[in-house]
């Protein structure tokens, strides 16, 4: 019983971890940096966990308000700062972040970690008895946090790559205060559970995926036209 709710548990990160290596075919990340990534990702749930719990110990809020705190704060800016961070101290820097693409890419290899071993604690611990579980976080929650590390690296890559140092600055923190908005905004539609507000969740996640798709698709063009004019100078 506990294998195969293991088995269902990891089974949406690896394969949306497989279709994310897939499409970055022009100028592929070297697998070890992206396992460590991975990995990393996986290990900030401690120190975000530590905190959330900060977090909910000093919440004075109730009702609706209660609901908005633990989503957009201690949901929504813990889990995207520690999942940013571990890019940011890992691969910002590193030679291999040197096309747009690739920010999109380590900071979905960073929330996949998250994602894994969150959905771990939640399908195989914490709901175990409930079937279910597994297979609503597989459709809602884990490519929910890839969404997030699309507009995330999106706004990382315009930061890293941009020669104005204004701009650099604002694009830099829009890689964290957008995402913590999505997530929160995500989590508190889930929280409420009322019926004129949960019409709106597949609405918005399809937004969530159309919007994100765009930013995606970008990066891939332009990482296959930077691949095509070096092979046109080899």
């Known amino acids: 019983m506990t294998t195969r709710l293991f088995i269902i548990a990891v089974i949406p990160t690896i394969s949306i971890a497989y279709a994310v290596y897939l499409s970055d075919r022009y100028d592929r990340e070297p697998i070890s940096l992206l396992f460590k990534t991975f990995i990393l990702g996986a290990l900030s749930v401690i120190p975000t966990i530590v905190v959330e719990r900060l977090f909910i110990n000093i919440n004075i ?106 701009r650099e600055n604002e694009y830099m923190r829009k890689s964290f205060y957008i995402p913590v908005i999505l997530h929160g905004l995500f989590n508190f539609i889930l929280m409420i559970k009322t019926p004129i507000l949960a019409g709106f969740i597949i609405p918005y996640v399809i937004y969530l995926w159309w919007s994100n798709q765009k930013k995606l698709d970008l990066y891939i063009t332009e990482s296959r036209i930077k691949n095509d004019e070096r092979d046109g100078l080899e």
């Open 61 to 166: 809020f109730s009702g609706i308000l209660g609901m908005a705190y633990v989503s957009f704060i201690v949901a929504g800016f813990t889990e995207e700062y520690f999942k940013r961070l571990v890019v940011l101290k890992l691969i910002y820097h590193n030679k291999h972040f040197d096309e747009k693409l690739d920010g999109i890419v380590y900071c979905i290899f960073s929330a996949l970690g998250f994602a894994t071993v969150e959905n771990v604690m939640y399908v195989v611990f914490r709901f175990s008895y409930n079937p279910y579980v597994g297979f609503y976080r597989g459709i809602l929650s884990v490519p929910a946090h890839a969404i997030f590390a699309v507009t995330m690296g999106y706004y990382l890559s315009l930061a890293k790559f941009s020669k104005d140092g204004y």
